[in-house]
């Protein structure tokens, strides 16, 4: 007999940190997946924006995940930061203070706020809570390819899209209190009848699947949502969400997050 699913709906977000949090941008994508059904892709509420906003997905997951349906939410940017950032800001180990103490320092959840704009100082406190290029995740690390969350204006950087995605981290966290499991932060077990929200890398997994006519934002969020469905059916999610790791990387892994999928 096979093991009942986790999840009977997957979202997979490509995201993006061009412009501000009101821009409608191209590359921010949805795809979501039922159980029984691959992923489609979901256009922004009807308006004069072509494309979503990052307040519009945001505002959107708050919807999704006050529904009963069991959604597990995987999210294209970090989540978190280095062990090393917290140490040298001299941070309490807790990942909802952290987000509590960067909206504070890099307000780009803020209606025009660029993150550039807090980059080069025009708003915000980039000098306080700022970080190095060198510094990196244990996450990182076990990902092939993946570049450190400070590394900004290179091809393939995360950078913009984190700093500007983990404030509405929090929005979410805010908003859907107690209805969502942020993980691994709220533990690696996956819970059972909860929605879950996941940081992901698709370039782990968009080339197991023909792109076809989809852009590559398109094809990222596809693949997030295809992979998640496809793990949950194949009963191998529960090993992708408690990898075996060291205590050590554990305890990091606690405060630094962890990319879904990465053993």
Excluded at 23 to 33: C, F, I, N, T
Excluded at 45 to 68: D, H, Q
Excluded at 137 to 159: N, Y
Aim: hydrophobic residues 40%; proline residues 6%; charged residues 25%.
């Amino acid at each position: 007999m096979d093991a009942p699913l986790a999840f009977e709906r997957y979202v997979g977000v490509d995201y993006s940190g061009a412009e501000t949090p009101v821009a409608s941008l191209k590359g921010l994508r949805v795809y979501v997946a039922e159980r029984d059904t691959p992923p489609v892709e979901v256009q922004p509420p009807a308006s004069a924006k072509k494309y979503w906003t990052r307040r519009g997905i945001a505002e959107w997951l708050v919807e999704v995940l006050f529904e009963e349906t069991p959604t597990l939410v995987g999210i294209d940017h970090g989540f978190s930061f280095p062990h090393r950032y917290f140490t040298e800001h001299g941070l309490p180990l807790d990942w909802r203070a952290f987000l509590e103490d960067f909206q504070r320092h890099w307000p780009t959840d803020e209606d025009h706020t660029y993150v550039d704009f807090v980059r080069e100082g025009a708003c915000g406190n980039a000098t306080a809570r700022s970080g190095n290029a060198r510094w990196r995740r244990v996450t990182e690390i076990r990902a092939r390819g993946a570049k450190s969350v400070f590394h900004f204006d290179v091809q393939g950087s995360v950078a913009k899209s984190t700093h500007s995605g983990l404030p509405w981290l929090r929005y979410i966290d805010l908003k859907a209190a107690g209805r969502i499991h942020f993980w691994p932060f709220d533990g690696w077990q996956l819970p059972v009848g909860k929605s879950v929200v996941a940081e992901v890398y698709p370039a782990l997994w968009s080339r197991s699947s023909a792109q076809g006519s989809r852009d590559s934002h398109q094809h990222d969020a596809y693949s997030i949502a295809a992979w998640m469905r496809q793990a949950d059916s194949s009963g191998s999610l529960a090993i992708f969400a408690s990898p075996p790791l060291s205590e050590a990387d554990r305890v990091s892994a606690q405060i630094e997050g962890w990319i879904l999928g990465v053993m």
